[in-house]
C-alpha cells in the first residue's frame, strides 16, 4: 500500500503531533507499507530527505515569532496536486489543521484519493500560544474550530486518539464517522530499564533524590507554574526530591522567573530540548511524571513516561483519566489545584512500594498503545475507505 501523510508538525520537531506522526510513519513502513510525508521545510526551502525507513517531502516554508520550533508552509493546490501525480499514494492520512493538512485535503480530493484526518489539537491552545489574540480569544477560538472543520470535508473517517477526545468535539456537524485510534508509541525505545549513568552528568542531575519529571512542550496552555507552585509546597514541608523538565517553549521565560522568586533553582534542573537517545534516557531517570496540563488529547510524553515503568500525577481534564487511574497507576486532581498537585506527590514521594506497584502498572497501560498494535488497526482502516472510494467510482 502507498501511503502519504501530511503534517504540519514533523521532527525534527519536538512536539506531540509531530511525534506521533513519525512514529505512525516508521511504523508503517516496518509493516512493509510504502510512506511518504509531507511537511514544512526546516531550511524555508523545499527538499526531500530520508528519516530511517520512509521519505520526507518538504516544502516551502516560514518561521514563527511566537513558536520557536513551528515553521507554516505557503502551499498551492498546484504543488499538492504535482505531489499526488508523482507518488500515486492508495490513499492520504492528514493530520494537521494548517495550510499542508488543508492543502492536501483538497488536492486529494480532487484526484479521487480516500483521505482519513486526525485532530491533535483543541483551538484553545492555538489561542494561548498567541498572546497578542487574548483580548479577542473566544472569536477567534470559534473562527479556529469552524476553520478545522474544513479538514474534515471531504474525508472518510475522522481519528482521534482517545473517546475523550472525541467527546470534547462537536462531531455531528461533520459528514464521516469519527472513530478512536491510539497515536501510539514505540515499546522498542520505552522500557523499564535503568537510566544510563552518564546522563545524571550530562545534565547535572544530583542523585539520592526522588526525581519528578515533566517532559514535553514548555508552553503556556501546559500549565507548568502549577507544578512549579506544588514544588514549593514540598520545599516547605522538608520533603527530599528534585524536578527535571525535559523540554522548551514560549513558557521558559516566564518558568525561569518564577523559580527566582521562589527560590527553587537548587530543587529544578531545566534540560531544554534533547536529542532522541537523551529524552529515552531522561524518562528512566524519573520516580515520578508529573503532567499538569488541562489539554490533553491523549499525551504521548505521558505515555512514554508509563512505558518507562513511573508512576503518574495528572489533571482530570482531556483524556488523561483514561491514562492515569488513581489508585491504579497514580492520581488525578483537579486542574489548577496546586495544595492538590502537591498532595498527590507527597503520596508517592512517601511511599517507594507505591511507585513501584504504580509503575509496574503503567507498563501494563501503556502496552495496549503499542505501535505495533497500532498499526494494523489504521492498515485495516486504510483499507476498508479504499475499498469503499473503489466502489463509489
Known amino acids: 500500500m502507498r501511503i502519504l501523510?501530511?503534517?504540519?508538525?514533523?521532527?525534527?520537531?519536538?512536539?506531540?503531533?509531530?511525534?506521533?506522526?513519525?512514529?505512525?510513519?516508521?511504523?508503517?513502513?516496518?509493516?512493509?507499507?510504502?510512506?511518504?510525508?509531507?511537511a514544512p521545510s526546516q531550511t524555508g526551502r523545499g527538499y526531500k530527505e530520508i528519516d530511517e525507513n520512509y521519505e520526507i517531502t518538504r516544502i516551502r516554508s516560514f518561521g514563527l515569532p511566537f513558536r520557536k520550533n513551528l515553521r507554516v508552509s505557503v502551499t498551492y493546490d498546484r504543488e499538492m496536486r504535482r505531489i499526488l501525480d508523482e507518488f500515486q499514494p492508495d490513499v492520504v492520512h492528514v493530520h494537521t489543521q494548517l495550510t499542508v493538512g488543508l492543502g492536501?485535503?483538497?488536492?486529494?480530493?480532487?484526484?479521487?484519493?480516500?483521505?482519513?484526518?486526525?485532530?491533535?489539537?483543541?483551538?484553545?491552545?492555538?489561542?494561548?500560544?498567541?498572546?497578542?489574540?487574548?483580548?479577542?480569544?473566544?472569536?477567534?477560538?470559534?473562527?479556529?474550530?469552524?476553520?478545522g472543520t474544513l479538514l474534515y470535508r471531504g474525508a472518510k473517517r475522522i481519528v482521534m486518539p482517545t473517546e475523550s477526545a472525541i467527546s470534547l468535539f462537536n462531531t455531528e456537524r461533520i459528514e464521516a464517522p469519527a472513530l478512536a485510534i491510539s497515536n501510539g508509541i514505540n515499546l522498542d525505545r520505552f522500557q523499564p530499564k535503568k537510566p544510563s549513568s552518564e546522563i545524571f552528568t550530562k545534565f547535572h542531575i544530583p542523585r539520592g533524590k526522588p526525581l519528578i519529571t515533566y517532559i514535553g512542550r514548555v508552553d503556556e496552555e501546559k500549565h507548568i507554574h502549577i507544578l512549579i507552585q506544588a514544588l514549593e509546597l514540598l520545599r516547605w514541608s522538608?520533603?527530599?526530591?528534585?524536578?527535571?523538565?525535559?523540554?522548551?517553549?514560549?513558557?521558559?521565560?516566564?518558568?525561569?522567573?518564577?523559580?527566582?522568586?521562589?527560590?527553587?533553582?537548587?530543587?529544578?534542573?531545566?534540560?531544554?530540548?534533547?536529542?532522541?537517545?537523551?529524552?529515552?534516557?531522561?524518562?528512566?531517570?524519573?520516580?515520578?511524571?508529573?503532567?499538569?496540563?488541562?489539554?490533553?488529547?491523549?499525551?504521548?510524553?505521558?505515555?512514554e513516561a508509563m512505558a518507562s515503568g513511573k508512576a503518574v500525577v495528572a489533571v482530570d481534564a482531556g483524556a488523561l483519566g483514561e491514562l492515569c487511574l488513581t489508585g491504579k497507576n497514580g492520581n488525578l486532581i483537579p486542574v489548577d489545584d496546586v495544595e492538590a498537585m502537591a498532595t498527590a506527590l507527597v503520596d508517592l514521594l512517601d511511599d517507594p512500594e507505591k511507585r513501584k506497584k504504580y509503575g509496574e502498572r503503567s507498563v501494563q497501560i501503556a502496552k495496549k498503545h503499542d505501535?505495533?498494535?497500532?498499526?494494523?488497526?489504521?492498515?485495516?482502516?486504510?483499507k476498508q475507505v479504499i475499498a469503499e472510494n473503489q466502489q463509489s467510482l
Open 5 to 38: 501523510i501530511a503534517n504540519d508538525q514533523h521532527w525534527p520537531m519536538k512536539s506531540g503531533v509531530a511525534t506521533a506522526a513519525r512514529t505512525m510513519a516508521q511504523g508503517l513502513a516496518e509493516a512493509g507499507h510504502v510512506v511518504m510525508v509531507v
Open 104 to 147: 492536501m485535503l483538497r488536492a486529494a480530493v480532487s484526484r479521487d484519493i480516500p483521505v482519513i484526518a486526525t485532530n491533535h489539537v483543541m483551538p484553545d491552545n492555538m489561542i494561548k500560544n498567541i498572546k497578542i489574540l487574548s483580548p479577542v480569544s473566544r472569536p477567534v477560538s470559534y473562527i479556529l474550530s469552524e476553520y
Open 238 to 303: 522538608g520533603k527530599k526530591f528534585h524536578a527535571v523538565i525535559v523540554g522548551d517553549g514560549n513558557a521558559r521565560e516566564r518558568l525561569d522567573e518564577l523559580i527566582d522568586t521562589l527560590q527553587l533553582g537548587e530543587y529544578v534542573t531545566f534540560t531544554g530540548l534533547v536529542s532522541d537517545g537523551d529524552l529515552v534516557q531522561l524518562h528512566r531517570i524519573g520516580d515520578i511524571y508529573a503532567m499538569p496540563s488541562p489539554t490533553e488529547l491523549q499525551c504521548l510524553a505521558m505515555l
Open 371 to 382: 505501535v505495533r498494535v497500532v498499526i494494523p488497526r489504521f492498515v485495516k482502516l486504510y
